[in-house]
Structure formats: structure tokens, C-alpha cells
């Protein structure tokens, strides 16, 4: 059954939703639309040209894609692990991918993707020696060789037939072995739909749906009883003209091999002992930190390693500034000596007291520690930071000089008209600054007030005294700008203004908020507090972020109009950045912004593992001791293998789990695959309702794989002994049976998953 489904709420962090497809409207080729008016007539007509004829394209890839199409593989590229139970799948950014071309024109329900993981020895050799792998032109490939089987493709229009694609080569039996038929193909490939709000940015589809295709035959690893590891060559291929040959009768005989497209490779290493896991690597978050078996919380904070106690005033006050995330640098002083200075960044080891000090240049804001004599730079380097950053963003820098002209030329028109005897009838919050003297003029006249101007003019006028006029002595300009800047209704006045036109500003310092134009070198100045494989925690200091904030905007400003101006803009401008830190990944992400409330503290941690690389899209739940899910106000990748995470709250405990979008195929320790209720009702959806055997891990039985001892499944949806029926009778037996008592790719999909690991991480605090 066909049905669309609306995506415009999210589902809940945590949650997965699958689909059976995602069938495009048209699938890629090229189409023609011809349009025909009739003409009708008692007389004979010529109807010629009243005809029109547009030719349009529906592309979509065909003999390459993307790398930015691939979300995640498992098992992870260049992992060596124990995946013996494991069926290798590939995640893609793309949910249309797998169904924009036919490879059964008769069951658009079909995919024209496969997966298929190999040995070394079952594919012919290429020019790349790692995935066995041949790169050719489109053309070439085109063309064919004599006795070897590959897909019969149609080149479409937007392919330049000397583009380079990658092909691999093997035999007849190999393909046959191991090749998903063209009845099994239906099931594995499907649709997965999570809350991305938890991961880490990444153009990531908006309603959090992804394309998921199956291998069909589990990871190839060492025959029991042998050490050593045995490599997995797995590649993404293309069936597309390929439905003759996916019969278990279809007759090779007449070639000596196939070549198939390879869309997308990776390799890794199956062993027997467990190596490069998710759950390995949690472990490794906390090797350095394990003490006499023990994890000791306090060395997971950000700051450099705490030196040994020496029992001396200097040493402790060392430990001090150390434990509290400082670290000493070398430093220059304005004169010229050489010294050490200490810094922090603006991610903290404790929560700072706030301060609402504002530093007009970056000497204001040093700190001198007169007991030791020893410089704090941190707040000078924060300053110096964000007026180098403001420096290098022309658009930011012009977007200042354009505001600060337009609040002068508003303070001027305010404060001329506050003093007109023209404006005199209006106050400070009537005056509209934006208004002319014409429109002005044009809305005080009536005809009532023309009417009164004209009967006085018919009247007689006493002549006038002679009176002695002599010149006032004009005010002081700029004491009577301070004191017009000194009234509460005027600075009132100017807030709700310059609320209205500093948008772009706020904008700005809200992404400054959230560190995005911070270099990473000023948030971790030296690698030792975040070494290899750790995880790190902190808090975010706002008197960084202020003082920060000062450099940036610190430019422009040139007289004391000018710096009464911006002292007052400035705190304006500050709250309203504010108010938008929690919609800026909302932004980012197409999301509708939901929470304005500045956040009071900010937290989070960075983690720098292989963890990292191998689940970029890793899932993040954080929550308070009320077990309230907090928000992630940022997540980002800093690097292939760093993630930063704030928060804008504390949290009580933070969650690490495998991504949803990446979970896995196989069976359990048994062979055994896990049956789980897909019914709603009683049992909740997911639910672990049984199990059934499905491989023989020894090798002797054959059950539903395609012999004893092959590693390839047998599904053969019209079997009675393949994996489809199979699934399907035990669901039945544990009183689960599907929908309609047949399975679907999408409920398929659930029966054969493994489960995630997770792990937590509990606050001390």
C-alpha cells in the first residue's frame, strides 16, 4: 500500500521510525510532455502547429555518487572487530536514492542498489589494491569486453561519456553466490527517520530520514580455532540492467565474468577477538582516568594534568590555577620583558562568577596578581580575539559602521526635534525619528486648521512694540547632547531604536555566543587538557564571552558622543543576542525556533576520539536530575575526529549511543534473530518478543542461509524455508504476526537489527 506521510512534527530523541521506500514521482530519464489543442470546425482546418512538444530530464546518479551522500558504514571503515554476526550496511543522506532508477520496471518498490562484501581472493584484481576496485571513463565502460557480463545502460543526457567511474570484476560464481535475486532485493533497503536535533550538523535531510541498504551476507572472519583476521572488501553496486541474471536459474554460461558499477567501497578486518567497538571505545574515554579500577570524575574536566603537591605556597597556588583551567603562556609586555601570563579559555573547569565589567581596550581587562606578580591575560585575550575576528569580517564590520551612522543621524533628529518649537506639542516617545518635516507639515494640516488661517488673516492686528532684540547665547552642544542622553525617556527611547535596527548585530554576537568564530587554539590552548581518546567537560565563561563582545564592537568609535552611544547600544544589543543563542541551531538545522529564554549557564564537553570518526552523527542525550531532557544548543564538528557539544543547562548525566541511522543488521550470539512486535496494541512497537534461529554459527546446518556453512542468506520471499517465511511464522508464533501476515522491508528490517550500545556518563558535581 502507497501512502505519504507527514514529517512536519519530530519524533522524539532516541526514537526510530521506519519506512518501507521512498518511491519517487518519476524516476531519473529523459521524459517528453506534448501538449494538443484540438480544433473542432464544420469546415476543414489545418491543425498544424498547434502542437508543442518540451522535453524535459529527470536525473538522478547513475554510475557515481556523491562522498557527501554517505552518512555511515558499518561495520566502521578500517575497524578491525569481531563482526561475525554482522550483515555490513550503509546509511545514505539521500532517502530517494535507492529507488530513483528501476532495475524492475514492472515493481517500482525495487532498488537498483545492492550491497556485497567480499574476500580478497573472490574479486579480480584493479588498479586500487585496496578495494580491488577499476576506475574508467563511462565511455570505455559503455563499450563492454567480450565474455564478461556487466549491466546493459542507457547514458542519459547530463552524463559526459568521459567521466571516470569505478568498476569491479569477478567471476560467474562468485556473482551468483553471493548476489542479492531480484525477489530478495525488496527487503533490503529501506527508510529510517530520527531527531537529528541531537547530532552533530551535517546538511542532514530535515525531517531526519535516510536510506538504508543491506549486505545479504555476513561479515567473512577466521574459521574457528584460527588467529589472525581476514579482510572485508564491501561495495555499494548498481543492478540497474542487471534483471535478467538475478534468477537462481539464470544461465552465465556464456561469459567468463561480471563487472559491476561500485558507487561507494570500504574495507575492514574481521577477527575473533573484539578490537575497534563502540563499546571498546567508551572504555577508552577513561583508560587515563581509571584509578585502582575506579574512574576518578575530577580528571574529566578540561585543564591541563594537576602537578604533584610540593608543600610550598607557590606550588599550591600553581595547583590552584591549574585545577581552576589555567595554563601559563608566554607572554610579552607592553614594554618589552619576557614573561609567562595566565589564560584560560572561554570553556571552564568551574562555573566563573559572572561580572558585568566592560573594557574599553584589552590593557583594561589584565588582571595583575600582585602576591605573585604574575599577570591573568584572559580577559585582555578574549578582548584582543574578538576584535580580530570582527576585523576579518568585512560584512560584520560594515554592518557596524552602517549602524553606528544611523543611530547618530537618529540621536541628532530626536534630539534637534525634542528642542524644536515645531515638535514641541510631541515627547521623546511620540517623536518619529524616521518621519520628514514635509510629512510632519502634511499631517498637522487640516482643513479646519486652513479654514483658522484664513480668518486670521482678515482680521486686524495690533502693529507690535517696538521691542530691543538682542542674541540668546547658544548652549553648549555637547553638554546639552549628555543631558539630553541622561533623560530616562530618551534612553527608553533609544533602546526600543536601537532594538529595531540591530538585527544583524545580534545575530552576529549570538553565533559569537555559542564560540562558531572562536578558533579552537583560544578555546583549548594546549592539547595536553584534551589529549587522544578522552572526553572533556565544562562550562562556558561569559565574562570571556563579554569581554569578547567589547573587542568586537570595541572599533568606530571616535569621540565621547560616540562612546555615550555605544555604551548604551551595547547592553541592548547583548540581551537581544541573548535571547536568539537557543534558536541558532534551530536556524541552522530548518527548524521552527521554540525557546527564546536566555540560557543562565551554558555547559558541555568536547570529545576527541576514533569514536568520533567512525559515528560522526553520534547520538547525544543530556538530562538534569529531574530526568528532563535538556537542549543542545550547539553540536559541531571541529575535526574528522572531535566533537564540541554545549548545553544550556547542567546536566545531571550525558548519554553516548551509537546513532540511530546507523544500526546495525545480524543475529545474536546464537544466530539467532530477535523477534519484536510490530503491531501497535498491548506490546509496545520494538518490543522483544521471542527469537528464532536463522545461521548455524558452525556451520552445519543450513537453515535459512543459502547452504550449511555459507555466510550469504537465503530470504527467497516464496520458499517456505527461506528467511522471509521463516520470520514470518515465528512473529506468528509469539503473537506478532505483520501486518497482513507478510513482512515488508521496513518490518523486515526490524526483526534482523542489532541493538545499539550506549554509555553514560554521570555527574559528581
Not at 500500500?1 to 512534527?9: A, G, I, R
Amino acid at each position: 500500500m502507497k501512502h505519504q506521510k507527514d514529517f512536519t512534527n519530530d519524533i522524539p530523541v532516541g526514537d526510530l521510525e521506519l519506512y518501507d521506500n521512498y518511491i519517487p514521482a518519476l524516476e531519473a530519464g529523459n521524459y517528453h510532455i506534448t501538449v494538443k489543442q484540438p480544433l473542432y470546425s464544420t469546415n476543414q482546418l489545418d491543425d498544424d502547429g498547434v502542437s508543442v512538444t518540451q522535453d524535459f530530464m529527470v536525473t538522478a546518479p547513475q554510475f557515481f555518487i556523491d562522498k557527501t551522500q554517505v552518512i555511515n558504514m558499518y561495520p566502521v571503515p578500517g575497524s578491525t572487530g569481531r563482526y561475525n554476526e554482522v550483515l555490513p550496511n550503509i546509511v545514505l543522506k539521500d532517502a530517494e536514492l535507492p529507488w530513483e532508477r528501476a532495475v524492475d520496471e514492472s515493481n517500482r518498490e525495487t532498488p537498483w542498489l545492492a550491497l556485497m562484501v567480499f574476500e580478497e581472493k573472490e574479486l579480480n584484481t584493479g588498479d586500487n589494491t585496496d578495494d580491488k576496485s577499476t576506475t574508467t571513463t563511462i565511455g570505455d565502460f559503455l563499450q563492454g569486453q567480450t565474455g564478461v557480463l556487466q549491466p546493459q545502460l542507457t547514458r542519459e543526457d547530463d552524463i559526459d561519456p568521459k567521466g571516470s567511474c569505478k568498476t569491479i570484476s569477478m567471476s560467474t560464481a562468485t556473482f551468483q553466490a553471493n548476489v542479492p535475486m531480484l525477489d530478495e532485493l525488496l527487503y533490503l533497503s529501506h527508510i529510517r527517520r530520527i531527531n537529528t536535533g541531537n547530532s552533530a550538523i551535517g546538511g542532514l535531510n530535515e525531517h531526519g530520514l535516510f536510506s538504508v541498504v543491506a549486505c545479504n551476507r555476513f561479515c567473512l572472519t577466521p574459521p574457528d580455532g584460527q588467529q589472525g583476521k581476514v579482510k572485508n572488501i564491501v561495495h555499494l553496486v548498481s543492478l540497474e540492467g542487471m534483471k535478467d541474471y538475478l534468477h537462481k536459474n539464470a544461465d552465465l554460461s556464456s561469459y567468463q565474468s561480471v563487472s559491476l558499477l561500485s558507487l561507494a567501497s570500504w574495507t575492514f578486518q574481521s577477527q575473533s577477538d573484539t578490537g575497534y567497538s563502540f563499546g571498546k571505545l567508551a572504555e577508552n574515554l577513561v583508560a587515563a582516568e581509571v584509578i585502582n579500577n575506579n574512574a576518578d570524575p575530577s580528571l574529566l574536566w578540561l585543564r591541563l594534568p594537576i602537578p604533584a603537591d610540593r608543600n610550598t605556597d607557590a606550588n599550591a597556588a600553581v595547583r590552584k590555577r591549574i585545577s581552576d583551567g589555567y595554563l601559563p603562556l608566554p607572554w610579552q609586555t607592553r614594554s618589552g620583558e619576557s614573561t609567562f601570563a595566565w589564560y584560560r579559555g572561554p570553556l571552564a573547569p568551574l562555573l566563573p562568577t559572572p561580572s558585568t565589567a566592560h573594557y574599553n581596550t584589552a590593557d583594561a581587562a589584565l588582571i595583575f596578581d600582585q602576591t605573585h606578580g604574575i599577570f591573568d591575560v584572559t580577559l585582555a585575550a578574549a578582548w584582543e580575539t574578538g576584535r580580530e575576528i570582527a576585523l576579518a569580517d568585512a560584512d560584520f564590520m560594515s554592518k557596524v559602521k552602517e549602524f553606528r551612522k544611523q543611530l547618530n543621524l537618529i540621536v541628532d533628529k530626536l534630539l534637534h526635534r525634542s528642542t524644536s518649537p515645531y515638535f514641541a506639542q510631541q515627547t521623546i516617545a511620540d517623536i518619529d525619528p524616521y518621519e520628514t518635516v514635509e510629512e510632519r507639515l502634511q499631517s498637522i494640516i487640516t482643513p479646519q486648521l486652513i479654514a483658522a488661517i484664513g480668518n486670521t488673516a482678515t482680521q486686524k492686528q495690533a502693529a507690535p512694540a517696538n521691542v530691543v532684540k538682542t542674541r540668546a547665547v547658544p548652549p553648549d552642544p555637547q553638554q546639552m547632547l549628555a543631558t539630553f542622553l541622561l533623560r530616562s525617556d530618551v534612553q527608553e527611547r533609544l533602546q526600543q531604536i536601537v532594538a529595531s535596527i540591530s538585527d544583524e548585530l545580534s545575530d552576529w554576537m549570538a553565533r559569537f555566543q555559542l564560540l562558531y568564530p572562536v578558533p579552537f587554539g583560544k578555546m583549548v590552548a594546549d592539547l595536553r587538557m584534551l589529549p587522544d581518546e578522552s572526553l572533556r567537560f565544562f562550562y562556558v565563561d561569559k565574562n570571556w564571552l563579554s569581554a569578547g563582545i567589547d573587542g568586537a564592537m570595541s572599533f568606530g568609535i571616535d569621540s565621547s558622543k560616540a562612546k555615550m552611544l555605544h555604551d548604551l547600544a551595547l547592553p541592548v544589543i547583548q540581551q537581544a543576542a541573548q535571547q536568539k543563542v537557543k534558536g541558532i541551531r534551530q536556524q541552522i538545522t530548518g527548524r521552527h525556533i521554540l525557546d527564546t529564554t536566555p540560557p543562565d549557564v551554558m555547559s558541555g564537553f568536547l570529545l576527541r576520539s576514533n569514536m568520533v570518526k567512525a559515528w560522526p552523527t553520534l547520538t547525544i542525550r543530556a538530562k538534569d536530575a529531574n530526568d528532563k531532557s535538556l537542549n543542545i544548543i550547539r553540536t559541531d564538528l571541529l575535526a574528522p575526529n572531535l566533537l564540541l557539544c554545549i548545553f544550556d543547562e547542567v546536566p545531571d548525566n550525558v548519554t553516548f549511543s551509537e546513532p540511530q541511522e546507523s544500526l546495525c543488521f545480524g543475529v545474536n550470539d546464537a544466530g539467532e534473530a530477535v523477534i519484536r512486535n510490530v503491531v501497535p496494541g498491548s506490546n509496545a512497537l520494538g518490543q522483544q518478543m521471542g527469537s528464532v534461529p536463522i545461521r548455524d554459527l558452525n556451520g552445519l546446518q543450513q537453515l535459512c542461509m543459502r547452504a550449511a556453512g555459507s555466510h550469504v542468506l537465503n530470504l527467497s520471499p516464496g520458499e517456505n524455508n527461506g528467511l522471509v517465511q521463516t520470520l514470518q511464522r515465528a512473529m506468528s508464533a509469539n503473537n506478532t504476526p505483520p501486518p497482513n501476515g507478510a513482512l515488508t522491508s521496513g518490518t523486515f528490517a526490524l526483526q534482523m537489527m542489532k541493538s545499539t550500545e550506549a554509555v553514560v556518563f554521570q555527574s559528581q558535581s
